[in-house]
């Protein structure tokens, strides 16, 4: 299921920060509540290869998105304690150490279900009934969410490839502008360039000006 265009599904999750506090986020509510986007992303699992390069990543940007009143929030089906674990080891071992926004642990799939984002299938064993097939964790997802809990941008991965961080900070400026302007933003459209009006007058004099 989609949720592009939709609001961000209302549920709230265990998680945890770098300091080690438990914490419970809605993230629904942390956008609207705060007046904030929300960038979401989920990884598949803590102590893993692709994943810190990532979370790494996020971390090294989040300035960036801090400029522009994005707040970021990683995801896993891991628990807050393999959480902060992984955060207690060094950058060099392949841990995360310095990450300091905050990760979900979707423990019970709850959110991660709603999303239809698991690597899971059910199938139909003759002795058990209903068995679970696949690692039930999640794939690579990520969720641009605005102020009003409305998902603006989602995109699913497979496991092994990582994402573009740059792409969602543009994605951003993007939504940010439209939603400033009014206007609408064409392929390939980064901050400082021209966008255009929603109308055929609009793209005819955009495409022959480019």
Known sequence: MSFTGKKFPSIAVDAIDYLGEDLSINIFE??????K????????KDFTFVCPTELHAFQEALPEFEKRNTVVVGASCDTNEVHFAWLNVSKDDGGIEGVTYPILADTNRNLSSVLGILDLEEVEDEQYGTLAKGSAVSYRATYLIDEDGKVFHESVNDMPLGRNVQEYIRLIDAYTHVQ????VCPANWEEGKEAMEAN???????????
């Open 30 to 35: 942390k956008a609207t509540k705060e007046g």
């Open 200 to 210: 055929r007058k609009g793209v005819a004099e955009y495409l022959s000006k480019n």
């Open 180 to 183: 400033k302007h009014g206007e």
């Open 37 to 44: 986007k929300v960038l979401l992303f989920w990884y598949p």
